[in-house]
């Protein structure tokens, strides 16, 4: 049942209130950065390197200046001399760094890269004049796949960093040499991953204006605090004159939790034009030239005894991990967030890794929802349905074999992560149970009898979520900072506003941070507002990401709401002549326990806090009603679900198609049901597609073929089945609250899931799966599969520029 917000349930959280945003949002009176207007505002337009690899010889702009229209015209010589570049920095020992220059000097690494930018009276002109830009490059032969990077002789990418690799790491724990010698069954797999885009609805953008020495921005960003000190250090500003304004933002998805060059040059351009500058990206631009996700290759070896336990895993894991590292979070993301996560719920009690990140002429690898972690569930759960069929067991079987037992935690994976909480094997029976995989085996068994691919697909997944600066320092990242922090402030008149630090894209802070600020206060949450993140009145923190903001919630703003109401009530002591030790306080009213007729409305007792009546507020209290309280996540928690999936694949045509999608997930107590369920809905959307068609596909030349929405196949809801969705709670020991972080579930679990059930389904035919996304052609045997994955371009692009 859903209750309006002005009925006021038994406590907020928990409660299936729908969305306090929605009515204004569906509406269509959301203020996006599009709709945000400046007196004076001129509009950019990026030139873009044409090339994969090329040596710029020289950027002439005096045509475009020119143009009607212009404002101002930058190419890396226009830049002031002593503003930063992006160079985010790993403390770990094979770390190389690099340089992300604000516009490009004397070489371009990717196609889409910023080489120059335009500011005049409209995006039309804007573009235009950018034409008018000639840049006289230099064609270097590319380097188009991991196997291209690291090959003998193949041209470097940075002079910091050798061989073109960005980064490796290492790890062993337990007995993995002994477990292979001794394993029943060894199963080899080299599994691979395209790129994808987050694709957000809402492409990027950024308007800019400077007042004297003070910069403004307004940035659909998902890390407002990190914005402002990047600009700061490469504008030579102190934090306290740059200010970053959230406006509703339409997705984020991970990746715009970086900061990429065009944020910088925008702050330059609004500068020496004198005037405020709007971009906002085009899809084309956001394909192209926004950071990309996933693409991987992943060798995994699986050792298991006769009974089908797991005894070890052995991993090498390669990420095409693009021309920079993307800042803030480096190149180091993908490789080690899949090789971390990938021993899963399972008990396996040995596992040796070696990861890499490797340069391509390619746009960086960044953070897509479900980051790293996709990948290695799809490579471990296709893993194990190979060891079912090899064992001749059942796929539900294998992995009840191999689940943490409830009882064992907190347990130590084998990668070094301490899991703090979990049942996966009841989570395995519900999800089996919601998604009828017994009546759904019959009637496959009866479907193929008649010549149907029907699949059922599973898949078991935890998730890292929650972290705090102890997750970030261990992984050596510096500037990602950790903690987060909130303001509450009742008003004279009893409603509260209340600022965080962390912004939302679409997941419903502005109703999950209000009803635990309800809850904290005991009033409605009609009488509440949350306010979207501006750093000049939100407390510093670090941002929305890795699937934090209910642990987050739970500490910063539970506790600001703490600190008001032990205000509240001392206020009110003194108004009741009673001690606060006996008030209760709940439906906006504070009373005298066990004396009704002794009460005040939140409101009279706000007033006098701002307003002190005759005899003054209590001895030692001060005037005002609000409070800060910053907040670093203990985690990381450790969520998790189980999957499950029923696909038909035409034998024909090789087209998949969806027809049941069950999941049970754990992330502890839920604050809100109904966001909690849209939030799977949406990761699964986005998962199927990331298993189904998602693809950036290049040419031979490095140019991007996939630069529409036509071509870059995102899902939409016609194409998905009717989600079911179960959950269980096991609160984490860990977190205020118990909660545990769920908003990239989806994502992490969905592709193998649909791997697995697609892959269930063409085994009749002799189709293997080791590859997403799945194209139709490759289901169809006998027609010749086209080269799913880059061969490395030859060499100088031909074409002139
Ligand atoms: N929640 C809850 N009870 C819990 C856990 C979560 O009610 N036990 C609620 C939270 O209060 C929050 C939502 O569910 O409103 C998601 O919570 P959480 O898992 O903590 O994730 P974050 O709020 O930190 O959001 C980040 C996460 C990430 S990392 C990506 S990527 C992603 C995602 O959220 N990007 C999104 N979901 C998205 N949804 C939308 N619409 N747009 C994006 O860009
Ligand atoms: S990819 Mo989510 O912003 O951690």
Request: hydrophobic content about 45%.
């Amino acid at each position: 049942m859903i209750a309006s917000p002005a009925t006021r349930p038994a406590t907020w959280v928990g409660a299936a209130v729908k969305r306090v945003e929605d009515p204004r949002l569906l509406r269509g009176r959301g203020r996006y950065l599009d709709d945000l207007e400046l007196p004076g505002l001129l509009h950019a337009a990026f030139v873009r390197s044409l090339h994969a690899h090329a040596r710029v010889r020289g950027v002439e702009t005096a045509l475009a200046r020119r143009a009607s229209g212009v404002a101002a015209v930058l190419s890396a010589r226009d830049l002031p001399p002593g503003l930063g570049a992006l160079t985010p920095r790993l403390e770990a020992p094979e770390f190389a760094p690099t340089c992300w220059p604000v516009l490009a000097t004397d070489r371009v690494r990717f196609v889409g890269e910023p080489v120059a930018v335009v500011a005049a009276a409209d995006p039309y002109r804007a573009v235009d004049a950018g034409e008018l830009v000639h840049v006289d490059y230099e064609p270097l032969p590319g380097v188009a796949s991991v196997e291209a990077a690291l090959a003998a002789g193949a041209p470097a990418l940075h002079a910091s960093c050798e061989g073109n690799v960005l980064f490796t790491a290492r790890h062993a724990q337990g007995d993995v040499a002994g477990a292979f010698a001794r394993a029943a069954v060894v199963l080899r797999e080299t599994f691979r991953h395209g790129r994808c885009s987050a694709a957000p609805i809402e492409t990027r953008g950024l308007i800019a204006a400077w007042d004297g020495d003070a910069l403004t921005v307004w940035s659909g960003t998902q890390v407002p605090q990190i914005l402002r000190a990047a600009l700061a250090a490469a504008l030579g500003l102190g934090q306290h004159r740059v200010r970053v304004v959230v406006p509703d933002t339409g997705g984020g998805f991970g990746q715009k939790m970086h900061v990429l060059p065009e944020d910088l040059a925008m702050a330059v351009l609004a500068r020496v034009a004198g005037r405020p500058v709007k971009w906002l990206e085009t899809r084309r631009e956001n394909l192209a030239a926004a950071s990309h996700a996933r693409e991987q290759r992943m060798e995994v070896e699986l050792a298991a005894d006769a009974a089908g336990r797991v005894l070890a895993l052995r991993a090498s894991i390669a990420s095409d991990a693009g021309a920079y590292h993307a800042y803030p979070v480096t190149a180091a993301l993908e490789p080690l967030g899949s090789a971390g996560i990938l021993p899963g719920p399972y008990a396996i009690a040995a596992y040796a890794y070696e990861v890499m990140a490797v340069a391509t002429c390619k746009p960086p690898l960044g953070a897509y929802r479900g980051v790293g972690m996709a990948m290695s569930v799809f490579a471990l759960e296709r893993l194990l349905d190979c060891l079912a069929e090899r064992l001749g067991v059942d796929p539900a079987e294998v992995r009840r074999r191999n689940l943490i037992p409830p009882g064992a935690y907190p347990f130590e994976s084998a990668a070094g992560f301490v899991y703090d909480s979990g049942d996966f094997p009841e989570m395995l029976a519900r999800a089996l149970d919601l998604g009828a995989y017994e009546r759904r085996r019959r009637e496959q068994a009866a479907a193929r009898g008649a010549g149907r691919l029907i699949g059922i697909g599973l898949s078991c997944y935890t998730e890292s979520t929650g972290g705090g600066s102890r997750t970030y320092r261990r992984r050596g990242m510096t500037e990602v900072p950790g903690p987060e922090a909130a303001t509450v402030r009742m008003e004279p008149d009893g409603t509260v506003r209340c600022v965080v630090s962390f912004p939302s894209q679409g997941q419903g802070h502005a109703t999950t941070v209000a009803q635990v600020v309800a809850d904290a206060l005991g009033v409605a949450l009609s009488r509440i507002a949350v306010v979207a993140p501006d750093t000049a009145v939100a407390p510093p923190g670090s941002g929305t990401f890795a699937s934090r903001g209910a642990v987050v919630q739970a500490g910063a703003v539970a506790r600001a709401g703490d600190l008001v109401r032990q205000r509240l009530l001392d206020v009110a002591a003194a108004l009741l002549e009673a001690s606060p030790a006996d008030l209760v306080l709940a439906a906006g009213r504070v009373g005298v326990r066990g004396a009704p007729a002794r009460a005040l409305d939140v409101a009279e007792v706000a007033h006098a806090a701002y307003a002190p009546p005759a005899g003054g507020l209590p001895p030692g209290a001060t005037p005002g009603l609000e409070a800060t309280a910053y907040f670093d996540p203990p985690g990381p928690a450790y969520a998790g679900a189980v999957h499950m999936a029923s696909v038909e694949v035409d034998a024909e045509t090789g087209r998949v198609r969806v027809l049941s999608y069950a999941v049970v997930e754990d992330c502890g107590p839920l604050i809100n049901p109904v966001i909690v369920e849209g939030q799977v809905h949406g990761a699964l959307a986005q998962g199927i597609g990331e298993a189904l068609g998602e693809r950036l596909v290049y040419d031979e030349g490095g140019q991007l073929l996939t630069g529409t929405l036509m071509d870059y196949a995102i899902p939409t809801a016609a194409g998905l089945p009717p989600f079911e969705v179960g959950h269980l709670e096991t609160p984490s020991p860990i977190t205020p609250g118990g909660y545990k972080g769920m908003g990239e579930g989806g994502t992490v679990g969905a592709p193998a899931c649909i791997a697995n059930a697609v892959a269930d389904a063409v085994r009749p035919i002799g189709v293997s799966i080791t590859a997403l996304p799945i194209l139709s052609e490759t289901l169809v045997p006998g027609e010749r599969l086209p080269d799913q994955f880059l061969e490395p371009w030859p060499g100088a692009h031909a074409e002139g520029t």
